[in-house]
């Protein structure tokens, strides 16, 4: 029987690379993907794209309340998408786009799920390196939520299971984590990275997001498949 | 200004109780309940009612998809509330009504509340000796989310708060809960515990949540206000 891994989704291209990992290392997926309040619908459509080409076990989509609690650019209207914003700037400080505690829910459901369905592995795509200041992105922090599970879980306390939240991406550079989804085949055309795109669903290009994926692909010296709104720009 | 505390509230006696040691404190309350599929709405119902009479500076209920995971008796239908066991048997087995991961999914919303609010202190009912053997109730684990969530928090890795998990009930008894409640004026007859009411807002008074109520009223030597189904057995 196969080893079942919970795969955090976004239909990003972080989260599909990792799915993408998992799978060629023969664990049988079941993807997890959040609706949040996102600005758009447009990342649970890629999410749903991404789980039939990866050809996952299930895909559980969960509704989350996190509108009502608010705080972030990525949950309410109040706050404005940042844009254009330098390198240096992106890695001083810690952006609007943060929403409070995201990865601690976001694990938090796929501990539950892990333990219903008896999946040992939960795997996140989360980086340290071309990401976007996160406090919830560092090993250090991923690190205390596994130890932190393994208390939590009755299956883990009664020495059934033990929880592994594996982050393969956590040390690379964007370039580096395309390069890897690209030999094992992803289509990034699948996935969708912008925080704020146009009501046709065209990338923005500006935001943190669309840069660092823009460049990824430079520095990997891969064409980059998505459609940006401004043309040229990249 | 008033320090500001989340509290976790289901309505039940414990975090009914929670909620009257931090007004008793001095703390501004923001009460924090969550819809996760249980059986009934009455659980709902009390948590309003506690909210109005302590006067919570606010009370937010959010809607959780728990019951899309399953694996409880408490969010799913196929699964039975036990009745009638044991002491013995209580204390020695992790019971159906475990619900995965509960505790770790409820902090985590409270803690990106506590974020958006600028409240260091989030106060939680936990209790580890008049229980269910809930594993995510345990100081142990408590201690560990505690420090994970000081990794998590942006405004807690920027050194503008700290985060504590208050649990001034972890080491009492049902008797003292209940007697400490008493002393600060709570009105039990507002909160609910049963597992599985009756159509009309009864108490079981057989699963475990009602024995534990029935026994900590009866040591603490007060009358036992709730309605029970099963009158003359308590």
């Known amino acids: 029987m196969k080893r079942k891994a919970v795969v955090l989704s976004s239909g990003g291209l972080d989260s599909t690379t990792v799915m993408a990992i998992a799978k060629a290392e023969g664990y049988e997926i079941y993807s997890l993907t959040f609706n949040y309040g996102q600005r758009h619908a447009l990342e649970l459509k890629a999410a749903n794209r991404v789980a039939e080409v990866l050809a996952v076990k299930e895909h559980l989509v969960l509704d989350l309340d996190l509108g009502k609690i608010g705080g972030s650019a990525l949950t309410t209207d109040d706050i404005g998408v940042p844009k254009a914003r330098s390198e240096k700037k992106m890695k001083g400080e810690i952006?609007?786009?943060?929403?409070?505690?995201?990865?601690?829910?976001?694990l938090s459901y796929a501990l539950a799920w892990a333990e219903v369905l008896g999946a040992s592995d939960i795997f996140v795509g989360v980086n340290a390196i071309d990401y976007s200041g996160y406090p919830d992105c560092r090993a250090e922090y991923i690190k205390r939520f596994e130890s932190m599970a393994n208390l939590a879980l009755k299956a883990a306390v009664e020495g059934k299971m033990k929880i592994h939240i594996q982050t393969p991406l956590i040390d690379m550079t964007k370039a580096d984590i395309i390069r890897r989804g690209v030999t094992l085949g992803v289509d990034y055309r699948l996935t969708h990275s912008c925080y704020d795109p146009s009501p046709e669903g065209k990338a923005c290009g500006e935001c943190d997001s669309c840069l660092l994926r823009k460049k990824g692909f430079r520095e990997a010296g891969i064409p980059d498949p998505t459609v940006y709104d401004d043309l040229g720009s990249s």
């Not at 952006?95 to 976001?106: H, L």
């Open 95 to 106: 952006p609007v786009t943060y929403v409070p505690a995201r990865n601690t829910i976001f």
